[in-house]
């Protein structure tokens, strides 16, 4: 789940057209750092795909979206690229990257992410 909460960080004067206009890449995003959490165990090649495949949904999607989330566009292509590169280093790094990204990448673009329950 996710919302929009600082006016001030948009670059829009509405925080719904925000909202609205991020909502396909954070639906993705969400999607894709709940996989990461349910797949660390499994080793760095089957996390390495989680984001092959990830990338070429970001790369269609991106043809779509509005100017105004092009730098959050940057910020989860980081994120993915960071994934990458330390997938071998094992779930709790992982974990540490989806955390980093939740509370300190996501934040400076106005966004909330929050952790869905299990169950």
Known sequence: ????????????????????????????????????????????????????NFDGLVVSLSKVLKPEVL????TVNKFNTQVKEKASLGPKELFKLCDELRDEELPNHGVVLEDRAKG
């Open 1 to 52: 789940m996710f919302g929009v909460y600082d006016d001030d960080v948009v670059p829009t004067s509405s925080s719904s057209y925000y909202e609205e206009a991020i909502a396909p890449l954070m639906d993705l995003l969400s999607s894709f750092r709940d996989q990461i959490k349910e797949r660390a165990g499994e080793g760095a090649a089957a996390i390495v795909q989680l984001c092959s």
């Open 71 to 74: 730098p959050l566009l940057e």
